[in-house]
């Protein structure tokens, strides 16, 4: 058998380069983690932007905002069953000539998480899935 001699040289290379390994492993999470963070703030932004911009376009139009959000709680509960509405925004408005062709676009988040668009229309004046 051959004894094996490491040098005190050997020992300090081996620690410093199996350091250099877990700081750069550190590194790449923390920065993978920072990332992940202004994304959500960014689509969380987005979000507030876009029901923003639907919301200022819907009140110079003269739609009425409350006869909206209700048709719309109408139809995410036509669609989804029993499963409650835990956020609805407005997130799109499209004003076509006329006002039996206008439509609404809502963002739907339900209780368990999950998310949808539903699309309303106008038909002689009441508001109804599209």
Request: glycine content about 8%; aromatic content about 4%; cysteine-free.
């Given at each position: 058998?051959?004894?094996?001699a ?17 700081l ?9 983690r ?28 003269g ?25 609805l925004?407005?997130v ?9 062709a ?27 899935p599209?």
């Amino acid at each position: 058998m051959v004894p094996l001699a490491v040098s005190a040289l050997g020992i300090v290379l081996i620690v410093f380069a199996a350091l250099v390994v877990v700081l750069m492993a550190g590194g790449w999470v923390a920065a993978n983690r920072r990332a992940q963070a202004r994304e959500r703030k960014l689509l969380e932004e987005l979000h507030e932007v876009e029901e923003a911009l639907a919301k200022a376009h819907a009140m110079d139009k003269g739609w009425d905002r409350e006869l909206l959000e209700a048709a719309a709680r109408d139809a995410a509960a036509a669609r989804f069953g029993p499963r409650p509405v835990d956020a609805l925004q407005l997130v799109q408005v499209i004003d076509r000539p006329g006002t039996d062709a206008d439509q609404a676009v809502f963002r739907v988040q339900t209780a368990d998480g999950d998310e949808h668009r539903i699309t309303l229309g106008r038909t002689g004046g009441e508001w109804g899935p599209a």
